[in-house]
Structure formats: C-alpha cells, structure tokens
T-cell receptor, first 113, second 116 residues
C-alpha cells in the first residue's frame, strides 16, 4: 500500500540553525499538509498546500516557516532559525480527494538544543 | 471555543471488553467529516474510521464503530473486543467544509491502556 514517507526520522539541531524536513506524499495525492505535535500534546495544524500554493496556514506558521514542492514529488518544510519551542514531532500528510482521510507519514522528531 | 473535545485523558480497559471513547465537536457547518486516528507509542498516526455529516448510518470498520449523534454533536468511537495492541493514543478530528485548506482539527486525545 502506498505511504507517505518522511526523512529524517529524527533531527537534532542547535538553536538558530535552519532545518529542512522532507516528505514524499503518496504519488497521486493533491492535498498536502504539515502538522506538529509537541510531546504529549495535541496535533496542531501548520499549513496546507494545494495546486502549488499555500491554501491555509495557522498562526504557528510564521515567517520562520516555509514550504516547497520543488519537483512534483517532494514536499518540504523549512524552519529558518529554529527556537527551543520548535522541538516537536512534525507530521507530513496527504490526501487524494476532498473527502478522503489524511494519510500521515511516520513523522520527524525535531530536537532543538 | 474548542472545536473538538475529548473529555477522557486516559482510560483502562480489560482485554476482550469494549471501550467507548468520547468526542464532541462544535461547528456551524452543515457539511463536515469526523475522523478517528490511532497513535501507538511508536508515534505514527493511523487512520481508523470516517463519518460524514450526511451519512445516515453509523460508520463501522472491523472492530471499530462510530456512534454518531448529530443532534448532540458527538462522534464516539467504540472499540469492540479490545486487544493488547489497541493500547495507544486516540484522536478525534473534524474537517469542516468551510475550513480553508480543507484541514483537520484534532482533539486533545484519549490514552487507552488495555489490561491483560
């Protein structure tokens, strides 16, 4: 069964550094998302992407964050200058149609020291 | 106001028994969808079941069923014949038709521990 893949599974970075989290959504999917989950807390929406542009972003998704779909298969989340509070599990998700459920990747655990 | 409320932070259930996880939602949309996801300790998010607001019958998927009470705005998940592998965090989520980006909004989750 096709799946969403995320790399790396765990990333450790120093405060102030840039990180890029990578995702390969399911190939025929059209809607792409990033969510994050701070340890033990709820899953929070960051951004949605459709038709090569951001369709919505949350208040968490400030100027330090950006997304790209550079080549038609990858979908990346960049954090320009990481802060301690960016430490969380970041999930990429995709879906093929409006009413379809989201298919999540296994997540990237980001630790900012 | 919270859009999705899961009032049970954690619960124990005996193996082979059924368990009901509560979920209430708040929306003014007529068209919306309700989802349940399972998150085992390994961290991945696994889709379990979906209920559309216009679906007249409660959704079922194997041992999972959704007790959808539209007037009460509740969408409780029932897991029948619990197994040890059901121990996990369970999240209720909603997609509103009017929500830009077609995003899901998640509740705070319920941690289930199945006892042998």
């Amino acid at each position: 069964e096709p799946e969403v893949t995320q790399t790396p599974s765990h990333q450790v970075t120093q405060m102030g550094q840039e990180v890029i989290l990578r995702c390969v959504p399911i190939s025929n999917h059209l809607y792409f998302y990033w969510y994050r989950q701070i340890l033990g807390q709820k899953v929070e929406f960051l951004v949605s992407f459709y038709n090569n542009e951001i369709s919505e972003k949350s208040e968490i998704f400030d100027d330090q964050f950006s997304v790209e779909r550079p080549d038609g298969s990858n979908f990346t989340l960049k954090i320009r200058s990481t802060k301690l509070e960016d430490s969380a599990m970041y999930f990429c998700a995709s879906k093929g149609a409006y009413n379809s459920p989201l298919h999540f990747g296994n997540g990237t655990r980001l630790t900012v020291t | 106001a919270q859009k999705i409320t899961q009032t049970q932070p954690g619960m124990f259930v005996q193996e082979k028994e059924a368990v009901t996880l509560d979920c209430t939602y708040d929306t003014s949309d007529q068209s919306y969808g309700l989802f349940w996801y399972k998150q085992p300790s390994s961290g991945e998010m696994i889709f379990l079941i979906y209920q559309g607001s216009y679906d007249e019958q409660n959704a079922t998927e194997g041992r999972y069923s959704l007790n959808f009470q539209k007037a009460r705005k509740s969408a409780n998940l029932v897991i029948s014949a619990s197994q040890l592998g059901d121990s996990a965090m369970y999240f209720c989520a909603m997609r509103e038709a009017a929500a830009a980006g077609n995003k899901l909004t998640f509740g705070g989750g319920t941690r289930v521990l199945v006892k042998p």
